[in-house]
């Protein structure tokens, strides 16, 4: 029996936290931090709970089933999964996550230098995504070198700006906004979202079981729970990332108090802090991070839509880059107002697959459990969604009477109800069976 060795071990959580530090990692806590000001930590609590909780038991429950997002929803039907799995690749590339990386990166890197306009960021955005493009149709081993070389670099300048925003704060932690004053646990538990890595983790578990069979471990056990302290190794290092972000938004609204969004705010720390040349090699650093995302993304779905539909793994790749070229020109601000309904629909159905994945050895057959609760998480999840959109008067008057729902948590109380009712059902008609096969023998 192979068993893997702690240098292995330590491999193993760096690829992991490589996978999930992206753009949204960067970008979210210093923004939330800013708003939560004297609830920063609060706030930070809620936000780890979805920022790194859930992505850690998607990890496990994916290493557990020991396959990809197929075998997590295969209770649910092949047609009702595949339509959840092609939601979550839609989210994490063209939709949202890969403009993203470009949006991002552009903000943070160029935007210092030539103004925040249309034009530059047009420029910017077709170089960033034919660079994408080029690497993702000719990836040999660029994409792995690339990598290697990036994550220790990108490791150093977050270690540099988090030590920084503890040690040399811009000024004193500020007040609360008006949306983190009530409940601000919940607020940054529903921030948590944007940062996307539950569902990444969805996508790239496999990736981590795979990298362990890989080393010639075979046994289930051991997988499971090699992808446990990966998992833990990166929820550590993620955990560390997103309080010192937290704190540098917390204690920048003296200089940045008007920013738009936590690139602002880290541009702006940045460049009161190290001065133009920090602010250049942080931006340089971040360039080639989000490009090596937007790659793996890219490349993700592209596998995964070429597999589904008959449609070459070219042509897929070449449509998804430039609908994110078209996306990522609407400006980061705005990608941002449009993902937060859409993501405020989709995690709870996220959140309920991975937690009854977790829970399968109590069900007698889980797909008389998966498929009432996951509809009902449907229902409700796109009744959230369309609350956070504005678009309250589509919703009726019922919905938006539930508990929570006017934190957009509406879905919580019903699918917690129709889990109860399901289970109760699943032991009655499973103990049913049992009875007559007994009895029929």
């Known amino acids: 029996m192979t068993r893997l060795k702690g240098l292995d071990l330590l491999a193993l959580g760096f690829m992991t936290f490589a996978l999930f530090l992206g753009a949204g990692n960067i970008i979210f806590p210093p923004s939330a931090g800013m708003a939560a000001g004297q609830s920063i930590w609060f706030a930070a609590a809620g936000f780890l709970l979805t920022g790194v909780g859930l992505p850690l038991l998607t990890v496990v429950a994916l290493a557990r089933v020991g396959g990809g997002m197929d075998r997590l929803t295969a209770p649910l039907g092949r047609v009702a999964g595949t339509a959840l799995a092609v939601a979550v690749y839609l989210a994490i590339g063209p939709l949202f996550a890969t403009p993203r990386t470009a949006v991002v990166s552009f903000e943070m890197g160029v935007a210092p230098f030539t103004g925040n306009s249309d034009v530059p960021l047009f420029v910017y955005t077709v170089v960033f995504f034919a660079a994408t493009l080029f690497l993702v149709l000719n990836p040999g081993q660029l994409v792995n070198r690339v990598g290697k ?27 609360t906004a008006v949306s983190y004053r009530n409940g601000p646990l919940l607020k940054g538990f529903l921030e948590g979202y944007l940062t996307m890595d539950t569902l990444g983790a969805l ?22 729970r090699y992808s446990m302290i ?62 090596t995302t937007a790659v793996g993304l890219t490349t993700a779905c592209g596998e995964f839509f070429s597999g589904l539909l008959p449609i070459s793994y070219r042509t ?40 009854l994945s977790l829970l399968d050895r109590f069900w007698v057959s889980p797909s008389r459990v998966f498929v009432p609760v996951m509809a009902v998480t449907l229902v409700f999840g796109i009744a959230d969604g369309l609350s956070a959109a504005g678009l309250t008067e589509w919703v009726p008057a019922l919905f938006t009477a539930l508990p929570l729902a006017a934190e957009s948590m509406g879905w919580l109380v019903p699918v917690l109800v129709t889990l109860a009712v399901a289970v109760i059902l699943d032991r009655l008609l499973g103990n049913a069976h049992a009875e007559k096969s007994s009895s029929a023998s």
Do not use: K, W
Not at 157 to 170: K, M, T, W, Y
């Open 149 to 175: 070389f990036i994550t220790p670099v990108l490791l150093a300048a977050l270690l540099v700006l988090g030590g920084a925003a503890i040690f040399a704060p811009a000024g004193e932690i500020g007040v």
């Open 316 to 355: 897929v790749v070449m449509v998804f880059t430039l609908f994110s070229l078209a996306v990522a020109n609407q400006g980061l601000t705005q990608l941002i107002s449009v993902s937060v309904p859409v993501l405020v629909g989709l995690y709870p159905l996220a959140i309920m697959l991975v937690a």
């Open 230 to 291: 990966a998992g833990a190794i990166a929820a550590a290092g993620l955990s560390l990332v997103y309080l010192a972000l937290f704190y540098l938004g917390a204690t920048s609204q003296g200089i940045a108090g008007d920013a738009q969004n936590g690139v602002q705010i880290l541009t702006t720390y940045v460049q009161h802090t190290f001065g133009t040349t920090g602010s250049l090699l942080l931006a340089i650093v971040i360039t080639l991070a989000c490009l």
């Open 203 to 224: 996508v790239f578990g496999i990736v981590i079981a795979t990298a362990i069979r890989d080393r010639g471990v075979s046994e289930p056990a051991l997988v499971t």
